[in-house]
């Protein structure tokens, strides 16, 4: 398996501009969710996805955040427009079905997105 | 709402020491997730438990649930430089959801 793929590994841009980052998962895997990992908040659950529908958003911060998943091996999370406090390192995750609760959650490399 | 708390939140150790990192959740749940994270990289699933007393063990490392106590722990047994890393413990927010609270994480640092 090449496992959950994440890109880019880095960002660095000017607040007010647009990100996107995107997320491969495994093959097979149906359920997908995005984190966002800071010094002061830890490790947060955004969104999580279950065959490509949106199941639970809530801890998408502000509208300014936005995640699709148009089929079953590619997420995108965008925000627009950008700003400093949005500077934190952005995980994808996926896991396979059945027994879905047995299954520990596959994290990506991480995208670092630093927001000038 | 729920709050998973581990401690120590460091901590730093010989090689060849044993010790054990807590995981406490103030509500009911009869799962819980450890996961290890290395600087600047992504998090690695160590043990999955899914009922009271569930124990697991992998190498030098040891993790048991106690759901009537809302605790989890870590056991490390004569720990090696190479355990050196963040353990995170995750809790599902209520049963039948995937959406876990972490905990603080535990920063170990293991002294050669």
């Known amino acids: 398996d090449a496992g959950v793929i994440q890109s880019p590994r880095h960002e660095v841009t000017e607040m007010g501009q647009e990100v996107t980052l995107r997320c491969k998962p495994i093959?097979?895997?149906?359920?997908l969710f995005w984190y966002r990992q800071t010094m002061m908040r830890g490790l947060e659950l955004l969104i999580y996805?279950?065959?490509?529908?949106?199941?639970?958003d809530s801890g998408m911060p502000e509208d300014r955040f936005s995640a699709k998943m148009p089929n079953a091996s590619f997420s995108t999370l965008k925000i627009q427009p950008s700003e400093p406090r949005d500077s934190a390192v952005y995980f994808c995750?996926?896991?396979?079905?059945?027994?879905?609760?047995?299954?520990?959650?596959?994290f990506g490399d991480g995208t670092r997105l630093s927001i000038l | 709402e729920l709050k998973v708390e581990q401690n120590p939140l460091f901590l730093s150790m010989q090689e060849g020491k044993n010790y054990t990192i807590y995981c406490n959740y103030s509500?009911?749940?009869?799962?819980l997730y450890w996961y290890r994270q290395d600087p600047g990289k992504s998090l690695e699933s160590l043990f999955v438990l899914l009922s009271n007393g569930a124990v697991k063990q992998e190498g030098r490392l040891m993790a048991s649930l106690d759901t009537k106590a809302r605790l989890s722990t870590l056991h490390i047994t004569a720990a090696v430089h190479d355990l050196s890393a963040t353990y995170f413990c995750?809790?599902?927010?209520?049963?039948?959801?995937?959406?876990?609270?972490f905990g603080t994480g535990t920063r170990l640092k293991v002294l050669a």
């Open positions: 995750a809790v599902p927010l209520t049963s039948g959801t995937y959406k876990y609270i």
């Open positions: 996805f279950n065959n490509n529908v949106p199941i639970d």
């Open positions: 093959s097979g895997h149906d359920y």
């Open positions: 995750a996926s896991s396979p079905p059945g027994q879905v609760f047995a299954q520990p959650q596959h």
């Open positions: 509500t009911t749940s009869d799962r």
